[in-house]
């Protein structure tokens, strides 16, 4: 269980995390959704107790992290920034970790045989693979046996047989009852992953909701129209609630809007139609529709425009 | 790949993050980088080989030196040659047994291992004072007793181990190593960064000390003993200069800048983000 009530980070001048308030519960995984950039990373690490929330509070399995006696029985991590030392072979790595808390050498070997690592165990980390490296970031998140797991963009750098790997992975680490909380830029890795999504965008919460609701709910028709006067039926159409993006000369795609509006809006000012389809939108799209506002380089360009 | 779509076996609880547990841990780190086992490695030979080579060569040469150049000649200036060089070896891997966890993000992993961080600023401090212990005091009684073996034909080279301050010296350069490693140690905690660490280092050594030459003399010897590099070096000097402080004083206050050094990277670590 991860309770976040209004944890804000700011580092100089950028609010990295915004009043977040969320519940990450036990028995299902929590994809934590949002573009890169989002504040994705800065939540995880107040939640390790790594950085300290400028305000707000957050804690794990009842108590702040750094209050726990025993965290890595409680809390297993994998960030997304590398935190081995390249020096180190990849079993001493988790034997230091293990250490710490008493944990045996024979479970660090029963991890590495798990993550699939035992042919290189006593090679340098630093010669290691994206894939490999994040195996041995798994391992290490497991060595504890913990309730709760953070895992920060844990399918980077896997091949599909690994991303397959950890999918069954977690599904099953929450079927066990643990608290699993993932993270992810990928919609559509979330979808097939997690049960529940907690979506943010530049460090504010967007959804808290089940994925088959955010799925229900984001995922809306577009019209698709071809005409050799776009520009024009462009202007026509954009209003509040309306989107439009072009993904090819002549090619708008309308969100917002039915087809029959949009055909009779061409006929009323005589703009002529090549194409007037409708097709429902991905659920990249429906991700990128919820965060369309809150992407930082989308602000700047409309900053730049306004200007 | 089935065997690994299995659920995590269970693991017995084992209880606590303990200050021994990490103990463990920090000596686990040390002695499984390679560049940590060379370092010390270097610091061994340099201490050990060092006035190996200056007894010979003094030993050579003995015969063409003039009374006044054979005076200038101590038989524990030569036994403690290689304290001087070592040390840069001791300081830098000093430096580094923190700072390369910043530089590797391995700093992340320990510090979700044991978020109380404290433990592991004394955790390594102890393990790395006590290795350069158990290694350098056999260094400087090698260093010694070899270098007096070399020197054995020459009458005015030979000086027993139970002189007056002879014991204290030898085993005060071994005492030196170990303070100018935590002293190390410490600024690499606080800087969290090896080059800036290793510059501090020569900086506050190398660089300050001959500086104080450049003020008026009363000046140079109203501060310069208080440095920490002069300080120190009086834990394993024989003799002493007219300006400089006591064995026992120079050592204290040595330990006491470490000391000092120490409470700051400790402020800064348990307030820092990581």
């Given at each position: 269980?991860?309770?976040a009530?209004?944890?804000?980070?700011?580092?100089?001048?950028?609010?990295?995390?915004?009043?977040?308030?969320?519940?990450?519960?036990?028995?299902?995984?929590?994809?934590?959704?949002?573009?890169?950039?989002?504040?994705?990373?800065?939540?995880?690490?107040?939640?390790?107790?790594?950085?300290r929330?400028?305000?707000?509070?957050?804690?794990?399995?009842?108590?702040?992290?750094?209050?726990?006696?025993?965290?890595?029985?409680?809390?297993?991590?994998?960030?997304?920034a590398?935190?081995?030392?390249?020096?180190?072979?990849?079993?001493?790595?988790?034997?230091?970790?293990?250490?710490?808390?008493g944990?045996?050498?024979?479970?660090?070997?029963?991890?590495?045989?798990?993550?699939?690592?035992h042919?290189?165990?006593?090679?340098?980390?630093g010669?290691?693979?994206?894939?490999?490296?994040?195996?041995?970031?798994?391992?290490?998140?497991l060595?504890?046996?913990?309730?709760?797991?953070?895992?920060?963009?844990?399918?980077n750098?896997?091949?599909?047989?690994?991303?397959?790997?950890?999918?069954?992975?977690?599904?099953s680490?929450?079927?066990?009852?643990?608290?699993?909380?993932?993270?992810?830029?990928?919609?559509?890795?979330?979808?097939?992953?997690?049960d529940?999504?907690?979506?943010?965008?530049?460090?504010?919460?967007?959804?808290?909701?089940?994925?088959?609701?955010?799925?229900?709910?984001?995922?809306?028709l577009?019209v698709?129209?071809?005409?050799?006067?776009?520009?024009?039926?462009?202007e026509?159409?954009?209003?509040?609630?309306?989107h439009?993006?072009?993904?090819?000369?002549?090619?708008?795609?309308?969100?917002g809007?039915?087809?029959?509006?949009?055909?009779?809006?061409?006929?009323?000012?005589?703009?002529?139609?090549?194409?007037?389809?409708?097709?429902?939108?991905s659920?990249?799209?429906?991700?990128?529709?919820?965060?369309?506002?809150?992407?930082?380089?989308?602000?700047?360009?409309?900053?730049e425009?306004?200007? | 790949?089935?065997?690994?779509?299995?659920?995590?076996?269970?693991?017995?609880?084992?209880?606590?993050?303990?200050?021994?547990?990490?103990?463990?841990?920090?000596?686990?780190?040390?002695?499984?980088?390679?560049?940590?086992?060379?370092?010390?490695?270097?610091?061994v030979?340099?201490?050990?080989?060092?006035?190996?080579?200056?007894?010979?060569v003094?030993?050579?040469?003995?015969?063409s030196?003039?009374?006044?150049?054979?005076?200038?000649?101590?038989?524990?200036?030569?036994?403690?040659?290689?304290?001087?060089?070592?040390?840069l070896?001791?300081?830098?891997?000093?430096?580094?047994?923190?700072?390369?966890?910043?530089?590797?993000?391995?700093?992340?992993?320990?510090?979700?291992?044991?978020?109380?961080?404290?433990?592991?600023?004394w955790?390594k401090?102890?393990?790395?004072?006590?290795?350069?212990?158990?290694?350098?005091?056999?260094?400087?009684?090698?260093?010694?007793?070899?270098?007096?073996?070399?020197?054995?034909?020459?009458?005015?080279?030979?000086?027993?181990?139970?002189?007056?301050?002879?014991?204290r010296?030898?085993i005060?350069g071994?005492?030196?190593?170990?303070?100018?490693?935590?002293?190390?140690?410490?600024?690499?905690?606080?800087?969290?960064?090896?080059?800036?660490?290793i510059?501090?280092?020569?900086?506050?050594?190398?660089?300050?000390?001959?500086?104080?030459?450049?003020?008026?003399?009363?000046?140079?010897?109203?501060?310069?003993?208080?440095?920490?590099s002069?300080?120190?070096?009086?834990?394993?000097?024989?003799?002493?200069?007219?300006?400089?402080?006591?064995?026992?004083?120079?050592?204290?206050?040595?330990?006491?800048?470490?000391?000092?050094?120490?409470?700051?990277a400790?402020?800064?670590?348990?307030?820092?983000?990581?």
């Open positions: 269980m991860i309770e009530s209004a944890l804000t980070k700011v580092y100089g001048e950028k609010r990295a995390v915004d009043d977040l308030t969320f519940t990450v519960r036990p028995g299902m995984v929590t994809g934590f959704l949002g573009p890169n950039g989002s504040g994705k990373s800065t939540t995880m690490r107040l939640v390790l107790g790594l950085d929330p400028t305000r707000g509070d957050v804690t794990v399995n009842g108590k702040h992290y750094r209050a726990h006696i025993a965290p890595l029985h409680e809390v297993g991590a994998l960030l997304e590398r935190s081995i030392h390249t020096g180190r072979s990849a079993r001493n790595h988790l034997l230091a970790l293990a250490q710490t808390h944990i045996s050498r024979k479970r660090v070997d029963e991890l590495i045989d798990l993550v699939g690592l042919d290189v165990a006593r090679k340098r980390a010669k290691f693979s994206l894939g490999m490296g994040q195996r041995l970031g798994i391992a290490s998140a060595l504890g046996d913990p309730h709760t797991l953070l895992l920060d963009e844990p399918v750098g896997l091949d599909p047989e690994g991303i397959h790997w950890i999918r069954n992975l977690l599904r680490l929450a079927a066990e009852g643990r608290t699993v909380f993932v993270s992810s830029h990928l919609m559509s890795e979330m979808a097939v992953t997690a529940h999504l907690i979506v943010i965008g530049r460090g504010k919460l967007i959804a808290d909701t089940s994925v088959d609701e955010f799925v229900r709910r984001a995922s809306g577009l698709h129209v071809r005409t050799p006067q776009a520009a024009k039926l462009r026509l159409v954009v209003r509040d609630g309306v439009v993006t072009t993904t090819e000369p002549n090619v708008l795609e309308i969100e809007l039915t087809p029959e509006q949009v055909g009779e809006l061409a006929a009323e000012h005589r703009i002529v139609l090549h194409g007037l389809s409708e097709r429902q939108a659920l990249e799209e429906a991700f990128m529709h919820l965060t369309r506002d809150d992407v930082e380089f989308k602000a700047l360009e409309r900053e425009t306004a200007a | 790949m089935n065997a690994i779509t299995e659920a995590l076996p269970r693991l017995e609880r084992t209880g606590r993050v303990t200050q021994l547990r990490v103990l463990r841990s920090e000596w686990t780190k040390l002695v499984s980088v390679r560049s940590t086992r060379w370092s010390l490695l270097v610091a030979i340099l201490t050990v080989g060092l006035p190996m080579l200056f007894a010979g003094t030993s050579a040469h003995w015969g030196m003039g009374p006044n150049e054979r005076a200038d000649r101590h038989p524990l200036d030569i036994a403690l040659a290689g304290v001087n060089v070592s040390q070896a001791i300081a830098v891997l000093g430096v580094l047994t923190i700072t390369a966890e910043y530089s590797t993000g391995m700093i992340r992993s320990t510090m979700i291992a044991v978020p109380k961080r404290l433990p592991v600023l955790g401090m102890i393990v790395y004072s006590l290795v350069g212990f158990v290694l350098m005091l056999p260094s400087v009684l090698i260093a010694f007793v070899g270098s007096q073996a070399i020197l054995d034909r020459h009458h005015l080279l030979q000086i027993s181990f139970s002189h007056h301050g002879v014991a010296s030898v005060g071994a005492v030196y190593l170990v303070l100018v490693g935590i002293f190390a140690y410490t600024i690499g905690a606080i800087t969290r960064n090896t080059a800036g660490g510059a501090t280092f020569a900086g506050i050594f190398f660089v300050i000390p001959p500086l104080m030459n450049i003020l008026p003399s009363s000046w140079n010897n109203a501060i310069t003993p208080y440095l920490p002069e300080a120190g070096r009086q834990i394993f000097s024989l003799t002493r200069g007219a300006h400089s402080l006591s064995p026992a004083a120079g050592g204290a206050l040595f330990a006491g800048y470490c000391a000092a050094a120490l409470a700051l400790a402020v800064l670590l348990a307030t820092r983000d990581t």
